[in-house]
Structures are given as structure tokens and as C-alpha cells.
């Protein structure tokens, strides 16, 4: 997982080494290290993985592997995670592959209070580059929350893309022409990504962009908090047309944040909260990396 290769996969299972049902399709994004894969419970004998590309040569490596069933709460869209919970974390194996900073991952180690003039942050000169976050397999995300370096008061400018493949980029978030300081809640259009892309525009104080701290999803407790202050969410992303939109989104995925925002610490006696997964009512097209309703696959039958 150190290494820069990167693999393509899919997974399928049996119950009688015939019928073989595909759980998961990975063949159009690029993963690595420690793979977190959820489903439907199925009745298997048999677990088959074939490896469709590698980044480095022609071979598909694989080093370990666990199976559970397990009654944790979690949320679909097709075969690809919905998570509510931060995965841009060294824990959940993601890497900052592009950018300067004085540790290695500084930008994703969950230490956002121990920096200043000369450390605890990532960087990269204005006009060359960016910041890049490589997550470990592809996810369904929405929002993202980051902490820009603000020991003095100077102000920022930015973009944000994000990609499946690291060819193929779309803009999520654009704040090119807004002074930014400090601590930053962004939400978008949901959308499949494996990459993230931060790229700094402008800074009031010099030519380097400076970012101390970055989640993906934003942490559940300060999404709730800031939709509950917003009159309305104005996103800035680049989306497909009939494409879901921010709004439906989260209002499909409020239970899950719902479970993890609640003040128990277990969720075992909340009978009208989600207690296994959902899957929710999107679709993906094998051409897009955005989220669309499930619907729209019957009115383009109908077409």
C-alpha cells in the first residue's frame, strides 16, 4: 500500500460454485491498500476477486482478506459506500499525494490545533499544482470541511476537484472569487470520488496556498449544525443535468446522521432509526460520476 500502484477490481459470490452474483464493481476507479466493501446480506460458499487493472504492471495483488456480517448502520448507493463519517484518515488509509508539508500526511492526521508559522500544515505554490487527497476506494460524498492557515488575517482563495480515475476531474467546489479564512464547510452535488484536488487561486499574503486540516464527509455533528443554520444551500459544484441534487440527498441520508449524531453511544434501542444499511433510491451511470434517481433508469426504457 506504500507503493504508487493503484488496482481496478470486482468482487462475486457463490452459493454452489455455478451461479455467480457480482456484489461489487470497482472496474472504473482506482483503489488501494485496505478495502472496506458493504452489501445487501448474501448466502455465499464462495467468494471470487478478479483484478481488472494495476497503475504499475499486469498483475492484480491481493494480501488479506476478512468477511463479515456485521449489524452496523450504513448507506449504499448501488454497490459504493455513502459514508457520514470522515474517510479522509490515515485509519480509513487515505494519503495526501501531492503537496508539501513538514509530516508526511500532516493534512489528514486529525491534529488541527497543533500548528503555527512554520508546521502543522500542507502547501503548495499558487499557480503551480495542488493539494491532493487520495482516498482509499471510491465513495459517494456531499460535503467536505477544511481548516486554511490562520494565524494571521490574511484571506484565501480556492477550487476543489475531485476525480474517479485521476484523468477524468470535475470541479466540486469554487471559491475563486470569495476571501476565505479558517475553518470552511462545503457541500455539493453527491458524487463518486476517489481523488480530491485542492488547488489555491489566491492568498492576501504571499504566493503559497496554506491548508492545516481536511475531512471528507464533513463530521456529521458540524454538517447537522451548519444545515440547520442555512436558509438555503448554494452549491458552486459542476453537475450533470438531472443529476441529484444536494438537498435530496441529505434528506435521504438524515437517518444515518441521525444515528450518528445521537447522545447514546449505542443505537441497539432506536427501533425507528436505521438499524442495518439503506440503499438509497440513486443510480450510477457507468459514464458519470454523479448520483441520479433511480427513476430516471425507467423513463429512458420508456424513451
Given at each position: 500500500?506504500?507503493?504508487?500502484?493503484?488496482?481496478?477490481?470486482?468482487?462475486?459470490?457463490?452459493?454452489?460454485?455455478?451461479?455467480?452474483?457480482?456484489?461489487?464493481?470497482?472496474?472504473?476507479?482506482?483503489?488501494?491498500?485496505?478495502?472496506?466493501?458493504?452489501?445487501?446480506?448474501?448466502?455465499?460458499?464462495?467468494i471470487r476477486i478478479v483484478g481488472t487493472h494495476n497503475t504499475v504492471n499486469?498483475?492484480?495483488?491481493?494480501?488479506?482478506?476478512?468477511?463479515?456480517?456485521?449489524?452496523?448502520?450504513?448507506?449504499?448507493?448501488?454497490?459504493?459506500?455513502?459514508?457520514?463519517?470522515?474517510?479522509?484518515?490515515?485509519?480509513?488509509?487515505?494519503?495526501?499525494?501531492?503537496?508539501?508539508?513538514?509530516?508526511?500526511?500532516?493534512?489528514?492526521?486529525?491534529?488541527?490545533?497543533?500548528?503555527?508559522?512554520?508546521?502543522?500544515?500542507?502547501?503548495?505554490?499558487?499557480?503551480?499544482?495542488?493539494?491532493?487527497?487520495?482516498?482509499?476506494?471510491?465513495?459517494?460524498?456531499?460535503?467536505?470541511?477544511?481548516?486554511?492557515?490562520?494565524?494571521?488575517?490574511?484571506?484565501?482563495?480556492?477550487?476543489?476537484?475531485?476525480?474517479?480515475?485521476?484523468?477524468?476531474?470535475?470541479?466540486?467546489?469554487?471559491?475563486?472569487?470569495?476571501?476565505?479564512?479558517?475553518?470552511?464547510?462545503?457541500?455539493?452535488?453527491?458524487?463518486?470520488?476517489?481523488?480530491?484536488?485542492?488547488?489555491?487561486?489566491?492568498?492576501?499574503?504571499?504566493?503559497?496556498?496554506?491548508?492545516?486540516?481536511?475531512?471528507?464527509?464533513?463530521?456529521?455533528?458540524?454538517?447537522k449544525s451548519y444545515m440547520s443554520e442555512q436558509t438555503s444551500i448554494l452549491?458552486?459544484?459542476?453537475?450533470?443535468?438531472?443529476?441529484?441534487?444536494?438537498?435530496?440527498?441529505?434528506?435521504?441520508?438524515?437517518?444515518?446522521?441521525d444515528i450518528l449524531t445521537c447522545n447514546s453511544s449505542s443505537t441497539a434501542?432506536?427501533?425507528?432509526?436505521?438499524?442495518?444499511?439503506?440503499?438509497?433510491?440513486?443510480?450510477?451511470?457507468?459514464?458519470?460520476?454523479?448520483?441520479?434517481?433511480?427513476?430516471?433508469?425507467?423513463?429512458?426504457?420508456?424513451?
Amino acid at each position: 500500500s506504500f507503493s504508487s500502484s493503484a488496482y481496478s477490481y470486482y468482487v462475486e459470490v457463490s452459493a454452489d460454485d455455478i451461479t455467480w452474483t457480482r456484489i461489487i464493481d470497482y472496474r472504473a476507479y482506482l483503489c488501494r491498500s485496505w478495502q472496506k466493501l458493504y452489501f445487501p446480506p448474501v448466502v455465499a460458499t464462495s467468494i471470487r476477486i478478479v483484478g481488472t487493472h494495476n497503475t504499475v504492471n499486469k498483475v492484480f495483488h491481493l494480501v488479506s482478506m476478512e468477511v463479515y456480517y456485521i449489524q452496523k448502520p450504513f448507506a449504499l448507493v448501488r454497490d459504493i459506500l455513502a459514508p457520514a463519517q470522515n474517510v479522509a484518515t490515515l485509519e480509513a488509509r487515505a494519503i495526501v499525494s501531492e503537496g508539501v508539508s513538514r509530516v508526511r500526511n500532516a493534512l489528514i492526521n486529525g491534529d488541527y490545533l497543533s500548528y503555527d508559522w512554520d508546521s502543522g500544515y500542507t502547501c503548495h505554490q499558487l499557480g503551480s499544482g495542488g493539494i491532493v487527497i487520495q482516498l482509499c476506494q471510491p465513495y459517494v460524498v456531499s460535503s467536505m470541511r477544511l481548516l486554511l492557515w490562520d494565524c494571521d488575517n490574511r484571506s484565501y482563495s480556492y477550487y476543489i476537484e475531485t476525480s474517479c480515475d485521476n484523468i477524468t476531474w470535475s470541479k466540486a467546489v469554487d471559491k475563486q472569487n470569495t476571501a476565505c479564512r479558517s475553518w470552511e464547510i462545503l457541500t455539493f452535488a453527491p458524487r463518486i470520488v476517489v481523488y480530491i484536488r485542492i488547488c489555491g487561486t489566491h492568498n492576501t499574503a504571499n504566493e503559497v496556498f496554506h491548508c492545516v486540516h481536511f475531512e471528507c464527509p464533513c463530521r456529521p455533528d458540524m454538517l447537522k449544525s451548519y444545515m440547520s443554520e442555512q436558509t438555503s444551500i448554494l452549491t458552486t459544484d459542476e453537475h450533470e443535468e438531472n443529476s441529484v441534487t444536494y438537498d435530496e440527498y441529505c434528506k435521504s441520508l438524515e437517518p444515518l446522521l441521525d444515528i450518528l449524531t445521537c447522545n447514546s453511544s449505542s443505537t441497539a434501542d432506536n427501533g425507528s432509526l436505521v438499524q442495518t444499511h439503506i440503499s438509497l433510491p440513486f443510480m450510477i451511470k457507468s459514464d458519470s460520476a454523479g448520483i441520479y434517481p433511480s427513476e430516471q433508469e425507467n423513463d429512458e426504457n420508456n424513451t
